[in-house]
């Protein structure tokens, strides 16, 4: 009976990897145009991927599953008593854009570890050297790199210390304020559709520099700056990533400048990665690894393809319900400039605080301050923000929960240690929104 049960546990794990893959494969077919067809099958998929997921989710995950669902429903009711017409498609294709693009850079995971161990340095250059390996890299490959670096840390120095564990978490949540491959980015670029990329990328990059710098002033107030030890990563460890970055950005910019930056990066995330493991590896090696990848890594996505779908109907929903109460032209706000936008930025960090995810805060702000009504660079900074700052600060945002189970620290320890680094970035944050709000206009 037991083995039974642990055989179909197995095999819906499985399953859940290959929803996954196929899920994402129909979502790029649909960029071929005469294919939207695949984009509702695409949709179909990553929700049966959510159904067939369910048991084995994260409890943390499904109470705030259960929460947006709920509000959703209850939302859907009230929509359905206005008259207001529910298109079931339309519901369930919020999110998954950011689902997809997620799903193929998972893929960046199989790239080999290059980082070489190396004498740690102490001091300003050890800081500056830990947060660049653990920034660039984590700008592609996201977290993988927080522990591609931590654990060599850790074997050089034996235990991680408090600073150090704030270097490899804030290095990673800044890069949400730039990366075309980070959620972050992805989930401001579906509320904000007609945002410009390259202003956020501009405005983002130092704001991810102040982040650094910030870490810098406070190690230094403390005292623990000189005795900080850092791990210098090799230039060539970089290429990749940064080739991967500029690719994206020639494509969006040159080659394929009407498909969505999501969609690129989708695209060309898996190409690339592919690519390289059978130049570098050949194809028996490479399939391995795929199969690996969707055995293992694919159905422990779950968890996150489940929270941004149900985020993504959370969002329909309350819009639908606003639109059928309100009327269709209804927002919080008369009007969207920095005031707006930051008080946006304070609310969704507090909603962190209180151990809800960033998308939860947000996807409520794109329910009450629709994209038509609002600048939409603006609009996405405001995501990009409260996504860097809210995943530093909250304990129970998904690195800080990773780093402390990874190291066996505590998670609102680790949470605490940001909290004044948090503050001072808020205080960068409403800087950088009044000088883009005043360079667009608004």
Known sequence: MFCHQDGSALLLHKLSGYGVALACGLFLVSIIPGASWAYMLSACCYWSVFIIAWPRLNP???????LLLGVAI???????????????FSLIEGNLGIVAMLSGVSLLGLLPDSVK???????????????????????????????????????????LSQPQYSI?????????????????MAVALSVAPNAEFHQLAIIGVPMAVMSCLISLWEFNKKGTLA????FPLAFHALLFPISLASSVLVFHYFIMPD????????????????TLLLVKSGSRYTKQRLEDHIHIRLPNMANEVSLFLSAGLLTKAVSLALAGALGESWSLFDSFGFVEAFACFIGICGIALLGLHPIVGISLMSSLVPAEGANNTLLAFVCLCSWGVG??????????????????????QLARANLLYGVVLSLVVAVAMFFLAWTIGV
């Open 168 to 184: 490899l978490i804030r290095a990673l949540t800044s890069a949400g304020f730039w990366s075309p491959f980070f959620a972050s």
């Open 227 to 230: 005795e900080f030890a850092g």
């Open 117 to 159: 161990q190396k004498t740690p340095i102490l001091g300003v250059k050890g800081v500056l050297s830990t947060w660049s390996s653990v920034h660039v890299l984590g700008a592609v490959i996201n977290m993988s790199s927080v522990f591609l670096v931590g654990d060599k840390l850790q074997r050089n120095t034996g235990s």
């Open 74 to 88: 209850i939302a859907l009711v009230v929509a359905y008593f206005y008259d207001v017409d529910l298109d079931f």
């Open 259 to 274: 498909l969505a930056i999501l969609s690129i990066v989708t695209l060309l995330s898996p190409i690339s990665v592919i």
């Open 391 to 412: 995943t530093a600060i909250s304990p129970l945002s998904g690195i800080n929960l990773s780093v402390a189970g990874k190291y066996a620290v505590d998670n609102f």
């Open 60 to 66: 943390r995950n499904k109470k705030q599953i259960r």
